[in-house]
């Protein structure tokens, strides 16, 4: 006969104002193999816990349930409680009395709340009584860190992991670190020039001993599992030797072909063998294989015969890398939403029409115009600028139902850069509502607006459109009522920011989650910001969604912070619910194989004492698996069981009923 | 066609790698075809095919005969619709595609049932499967015997089945229920249907599993419901509609409807047909991260 004692919490008054918490233990006692019940106040609170254990070791009891709040929140206290008792802690099993029960039954009499319950309390102890002993599952940690994306929060991560004497690997799809970033020209509200702060952290990890860098490359295909992963990376073919080349440049400037800049948003011109920006690292070109002449129709050939170190190589493949892992921080950072959504606007239709990041570029003194303000239609100064705000965010018609966040900050920002350029400049800004929450950020946007002079119109722009060369821009003006038509020179759109195009697959790679944006999921929004629900993969900056840079760099840092955490021990406890196949009723059908989302099952050979195979079985990997349980609904023989949730417990829950 | 049939068959044996060829033959009576299994090269004589030849064979090839398994390799005379089981088989790794050899007959329709033979093979005495068969000419095969036969199915499945599905589908939920717990409580649990189906090859079926037990026994309503509607889930997106199920069944509860439904659905669905693919398995119980649909993500 099992000596079980059932605890039931009465939460304050959470459980006990729609619950007779005394009248549920009185019941409880009554059921064969319930030797002690406990109606109590505050079980988590730490004489509840004391008084739990106290009562397991003194009653010898071989199991608990504690009828409270969901297992989410104390489950593990529980768990722990009981070991320190003696006992399993997978003999520990909790009732949700209070958040599927006393929070959603507002009954004051307690009837339906009370016999509930019951029913629930008397489920978990039918299970408890099969339940097993299991003992947590050990693996060991391969203690390197792979981090995707060399933004600021992917080298801030980099950066933190290395520091902490741990090896990384930073992959990056373009030629060059740096991300959307190393684009910016001012940062707001201190007015730092970006590429001064970006370009240190970038030459850091490039110069790091314990991070190695993979640029222009992409992460093909993830196996493993947490502490254990196997990353298979593309390097995609540079046609150049990373080791003979210096970067001197004169493939470059010898270079007779020119496509438009992607670094610089198409405000100019690059050569066919490039770096993206002169700050690049590593400083080494890459090959537009698209349009190189040479590689496509083997004509031209002038950059190799300039090259001194020889480093030029136009028969170079993409070379597949494998690399294992222990943890992964992913951070591959946003996109501009495309602005071509926004034909009113005119967008790629007139010329002087831009986005932010291209404003970014025209004032920075590293930009095409050397940080002048010049239109790009014909480099004259504009005399005024208008800023659109919300183009795409807040628009769940056209665009995007969440805010981009930091584009008030960002217009205000451009307003000043635009009139400590160009100071009897008119900056005009539509908006609908200026956030500005933040450290100095409100005091940031009223220096914009009261101190700098920019005009501020709160509404929103129909369209824009071109008269007498100049950029008609027509719009509301809520606060006077009135409608109004601007005259201006330049107009510029603050789109939304989107996940980064082919986010979503990366995520079905990696086997995280993501949401209807494609911006990846957090475990918790609040309380796991940084984890996923794939252990040993972390999330930083704006791939989770909108995100400044000091967000963006404390996320990289706390995802580190979570990776040493992980890498300071060797070995990993693994909760022991995992699949288990009873081999002996396996009919090797693979249904099982194929349907598991982990990769987890495969197949195992059974031999005879001869060391012959005489039959085929399938076979988990406790490593990989994570109970999800599909491969239990896909067995038709019903051969795999899940440890604690086994087919008997079921069925004993549901019996009770 | 049979002459030829035996030379392959004599052809085969001779060899010496086929140890046995599993057809259809005469019983001793010479009133019914009944399964023969040939093992010797003198023996072939007492192969056949012709219209009564309905059963399929493809179940002599499972698990469920582990003395045929232990003859050696087997060459197995199959229609069209036969080696959509056998494909399920190879799929589902329950047959090694290397170790079977598939003598493919081009066919002109079974009848249903051989009572029904008057002589003559009329649409009538025809299943729907043959009705609106794509596999006259055998799809995966090993050898062909027979001459090419000229057929093009349906756009839409025909015949009395279908006709009956389209139907009974626009009916309500409560008349739908009603049908097949009548249907289903005449089930007297002999298992037949299970016995005679090629895809029920499990080592213990869940209805055998009495820790715990999931279904009753007893031939009771609500076991009975739930064995037969289990079975059905079961064989969803692999049933190839052979209609052994219901030809087996001694209270004639149309099984081949409850089957044929949840294929067309599954087509419909996932556009997915059983027993055209020997790597395929149904796209329900395939995880694949490009996958259409999101729940899973």
Known sequence: MPRIGVFVCQCGNNISSTVDTAKVAEEMSKLPGVVLTEDYKFMCSSPGQDMLKETVAKNKLDGIVVAACSPHMHEKTFRKAVEKAGLNPYKCEIANIREQCSWVHHDTTKKIGTAKSIDLTRMVLERLKRNKNLTKISIPVNKRALVIGGGIAGIQAAIDIADGGRDVILVEKEPSIGGNMAKLSETFPTMDCSQCIMTPKMVEAELHDRIQLYTYSEVEKLDGYIGNFSVTIRKKARFVNEDLCTGCGDCWNKCPFKADSEFEHGLTKRKLIYTPFPQSVPNIPVIDKERCPKILKDKCGLCEKVCQPEAIDYTQEDEIVVEEVGAIVVATGYNLMDEARFAPYGYGKLKDVINGLQFERLASSSGPTGGEIQRPSDGKVPESIVFIQCVGSRDESKGVSYCSKICCMYTAKHTMLYKHKVHDGQAYVFYMDIRSGGKRYEEFTRRAIEQEGAMYLRGRVSRVYEKNGKLMVQGADTLSGSQVVIEADMVVLATALVSRQGADSLAQKLGIGYDKHKFYSEYHPKLKPVETITGGIFLAGSCVGPMDIPESVSMGSAAASKVQALFSADMLDREPITSKVREETCNACWDCVTACPYVAISKKEIKNRKGEVIRMVANVNDGLCTGCGTCIAACRSKTIDLAGYTDEQVYAALNAF | ?297
């Open chain 2, 1 to 297: 066609m049979e002459d030829q049939l035996r030379e392959k068959a004599k052809e085969l044996l001779e060899g010496g790698e086929i140890k046995v060829v599993i057809g259809y033959g005469w019983n001793n009576r010479k009133t019914r075809i009944t399964p023969v299994f040939i093992t010797k090269a003198e023996d072939v004589d007492k192969l056949v095919f012709n219209a009564l030849c309905v059963n399929n064979l493809s179940i002599y090839l499972t698990r469920k005969y582990k003395d045929i398994q232990a003859m050696g390799k087997p060459a197995i005379v199959a229609k069209g619709c036969d080696i959509k089981n056998i494909v399920v088989c190879i799929s589902e790794g329950q047959v090694e595609r290397d170790n079977v050899h598939i003598i493919g007959m081009t066919c002109s329709g079974v009848v249903y049932k051989q009572e029904l033979w008057q002589g003559e093979l009329k649409d009538n005495i025809m299943p729907s499967k043959c009705h609106n068969c794509d596999v006259r000419n055998p799809h995966i095969t090993d050898s062909v015997i027979g001459d090419p036969v000229d057929f093009t199915p349906p756009e839409e499945p025909a015949g009395m089945l279908f006709d009956k599905i389209r139907e009974f589908d626009s009916k309500p939920a409560s008349d739908r229920w009603e049908f097949w717990n009548e249907h289903f409580t005449r089930c007297v649990k002999c298992y037949a249907c299970r016995q005679v189906c090629t895809l029920c090859y499990c080592e213990r079926c869940i209805t055998d599993k009495n820790q715990p037990q999931w279904i009753e026994t007893s031939a009771h309503p609500r076991g009975n419901m739930a064995w037969n509607l289990i079975r059905a889930q079961h064989l969803a997106g692999r049933c190839t509609q052979c209609g052994e199920c219901e030809r087996a069944c001694p209270v004639n509860i149309p099984l081949n409807m409850v089957n044929s439904k949840l294929a067309l659905t599954v087509k419909e669905s996932f556009g997915y047909r059983a027993g055209y693919d020997t790597e395929e398995h149904p796209p329900m119980i395939v995880y694949k991260p490009e996958d259409e649909e999101d729940f899973i993500r």
